[in-house]
């Protein structure tokens, strides 16, 4: 029998053994892993050779963007910025039908932005925005679908943590480069959304009451515009070469932390909790890099990667079905998996197909597609976790959100097909700034 098949297939079995058994998926990884090398390698030496292979895929200089980033987003979470992107997004859309409902969708994109957490976006948004729409005679369960919807934008729109880790485990591709693919497709997310939404919203006759004076609407922007220059300076710096993605992350941690101390909504006890619960997320994180790192190399070893290739082509030598083939596949494990593991497992598996000359897909449009396919897996059952926090937040239940969310997954499948067939969407910024 091959050998990258019977490999492949102690790799599949025993991983999916050990999560079914309740094993954390970092220690599942590195198991089955181990196992997997064993018909071609002696024990000692396959435990050898995966320790140092973790060791070397987390010592690597970028890698400390994570733990910054994630400080930030911690930071930004429980200091005030939410409030004033709210009130931002609020002006912007006015009193179109379902304006609250826009005002969630364009509020998630930027503090989802801001925060690179899809969960801390539909917690907040959902807790402040929720009580005002349910005041205003809107539907909890429209409400509830339209926040856990756009909240995965926030994964897509730069600074985004995946796509970080994408970078890594990719073997290097631009964090920049990645940076500035994810702003199309991300947009382009929340507004099919909002196209939903406007539709349903003026079909039930959703208009918001409420009008802000010149004087308001002077202020909201005041207000808003140094959390809307955090993105500015950040982004504008690691596109223009000022520094680095992770120089950029230490300038978020400084400017978040001085924001909101000028709000006064964090004090200085509120530092302790805030950088333990960081550093528990970083340690996570870094572990599940450090073991896909042991799995990425018996992957190639024993070559996985060049079977399944194969194995696709064999099934058909059309291009087309070939990437709809690998989307089905990334949106079924998206629904069971989160988005870092499955990043950290399939990227090896699945970019040697899509960059050879068969498809001709460069490594950055793939890394979008491939977040982009795990982001619809974070709203959809049955482990979607921003659906959980989206549901809890609003007080209602899956049951009932699970058919107004309908119209929104199909807007945003058609989003995905545009990322996956027309190169542009994702790769139009990134060449138009020299990636």
Not at 172 to 201: K, N, Q
Request: overall charge positive; charged content about 10%.
């Amino acid at each position: 029998m091959n050998i990258a098949l019977v490999c492949g297939l102690i790799v599949g079995i025993t991983l999916v053994a050990l999560l079914l058994a309740g094993v954390p998926i970092s220690v599942s990884i590195g198991i089955s892993s181990i196992l997997a090398i064993l018909p071609i390698m002696d024990f000692d030496v396959a435990v050898l050779t995966g320790a140092q292979r973790l060791f070397s895929s987390i010592s690597v200089f970028t890698l400390i963007a994570i733990p910054f980033f994630i400080l930030a987003g911690n930071i930004m979470n429980k200091g005030g910025i939410a409030k004033r992107l709210i009130n931002f997004a609020l002006l912007l859309t006015g009193r179109v039908p379902g304006a609250l409902a826009h005002t969630n969708s364009v509020a998630n994109m930027m503090f989802g932005a801001i925060s690179g957490s899809g969960v801390a976006s539909a917690s907040a948004m959902g807790s402040i925005i929720g009580p005002i729409e349910e005041s205003e005679g809107y539907d909890v369960d429209y409400s509830a679908a339209v926040n856990i919807a756009t909240a995965p934008t926030g994964l897509l729109i730069p600074p985004s943590n995946v796509l970080i880790t994408y970078s890594l485990v990719s073997g290097g591709a631009s964090v920049a480069a990645l940076f500035l693919a994810g702003y199309i497709p991300g947009i382009l997310w929340g507004l099919a959304c909002m196209a939903v939404a406007f539709f349903i919203a003026k079909s039930r006759g959703y208009r918001s009451s409420r009008r802000a004076t010149a004087k308001e609407a002077v202020r909201i922007i005041l207000e808003a515009i140094p959390s809307l220059l955090l993105i500015l300076i950040v982004i504008g710096g690691i596109i223009a070469g000022v520094f680095t993605a992770t120089e950029g992350s230490v300038v978020a941690v400084v400017y978040s932390l001085i924001l909101s101390l000028c709000y006064r909504t964090i004090k200085l006890k509120d530092l302790y909790k805030i950088f333990k619960e960081s550093a528990e997320t970083t340690g996570i994180i870094v572990f599940l890099i450090g073991v896909s790192g042991i799995m990425a190399w018996v992957l190639a070893f024993t070559g996985i990667p060049a079977a399944i290739s194969n194995g696709l082509i064999s099934i058909s030598d059309n291009r087309i079905v070939i990437m709809l083939i690998i989307n089905l596949i990334l949106l079924l494990v998206g629904t069971f998996m989160d988005i870092t593991p499955a990043i950290l497992i399939f990227t090896p598996i699945f970019l040697p197909v899509v960059t050879s000359d068969l498809i001709g897909m460069t490594a950055v449009q793939f890394g979008i597609m491939l977040v982009f396919n795990l982001c619809i897996g974070t709203i959809t059952p049955p482990v979607g976790n921003i659906l959980f926090v989206g549901v809890r937040v609003a007080g209602t239940s899956i049951e009932r959100v699970i058919k107004p969310l309908l119209p929104y997954y199909g807007a945003i499948a058609a989003v995905l097909l545009l990322v996956t067939f027309i190169p542009g969407v994702s790769m139009l910024l990134p060449r138009i700034f020299g990636y």
